[in-house]
Antibody, heavy 116, light 108 residues
Framework: EVQLVESGGGLAQPGGSLRLSCAAS????????MSWVRQAPGKGLEWVSA????????YYADSVKGRFTISRDDSKNTLYLQMNSLRVEDTAVYYC?????????WGQGTLVTVSS | EIVMTQSPATLSVSPGERATLFCRAS??????LAWYQQKPGQAPRLLIY???TRATGIPARFSGSGSGTEFTLTISSLQSEDFAVYYC??????????FGGGTKVEIK
């Protein structure tokens, strides 16, 4: 069974940074593209970023381009999202998901709150 | 960017009844359309991809149809566990994989 467990969320100040991690198990991680999707409190889903299998290609929503960086460590079966220059509007639950563009399996999410 | 519009925003249905949810794309996305279910406090779950193919383990009461700009998700006989929010997502013009605003299916 595929399991995805996010961590690294928390409170950050505007302009600050956080790094999210997503630990994957139950799959040959390097063979799959991975995605990050976020959900602001009480709102809908917003696709954030994706990375191809083996990490050769990365993709970003315009709203985070230049501020967020997606990466992966296949030796650790872990996906990352480095978030810099955080804004209040980045406040959301961040989900990692297996595959892109279709998100076939989702983690439980980690909450990021950006506030002064 | 493709805009996905879901209707209605809220659908009140009695258990055992049929529910029909709609998703419209601002331009053609062919059959590159997925549906997700999200229950309160839980992560979304993939239901349908390719507009009409059920994901692994999804009951047959869930069916998807449509192509181009108009899509439908039908739940043939609502069970108590089906009351949730449903999102469509296009992936034909990707990135980004734009989601619709969601339809909440509530108990009537």
């Amino acid at each position: 069974e595929v399991q995805l467990v996010e961590s690294g969320g928390g409170l950050a100040q505007p302009g600050g940074s956080l790094r999210l991690s997503c630990a994957a198990s139950g799959l040959t991680f390097s063979n799959y593209g991975m995605s990050w999707v976020r959900q602001a409190p009480g709102k809908g889903l917003e696709w954030v970023s994706a990375i191809s299998d083996h990490g050769g290609s990365t993709y970003y929503a315009d709203s985070v381009k230049g501020r967020f960086t997606i990466s992966r460590d296949d030796s650790k079966n872990t996906l990352y999202l480095q978030m810099n220059s955080l804004r209040v509007e980045d406040t959301a639950v961040y989900y990692c998901a297996k595959d892109s563009p279709i998100c076939t399996v989702w983690g439980q999410g980690t909450l990021v709150t950006v506030s002064s | 960017e493709i805009v996905m519009t879901q209707s209605p925003a809220t659908l009140s249905v009695s258990p055992g009844e049929r529910a029909t949810l709609f998703c419209r794309a601002s331009q053609s996305v062919s059959s590159d359309l997925a549906w997700y279910q999200q229950k309160p406090g839980q992560a979304p779950r993939l239901l349908i991809y390719g507009a009409s193919t059920r994901a692994t383990g999804i009951p047959a009461r869930f069916s998807g149809s449509g192509s181009g700009t108009e899509f439908t998700l039908t739940i043939s006989s609502l069970q108590s566990e089906d009351f949730a929010v449903y999102y469509c997502q296009q992936y034909n013009h990707w990135p980004p994989g734009t989601f619709g605003g969601g339809t909440k299916v509530e108990i009537k």
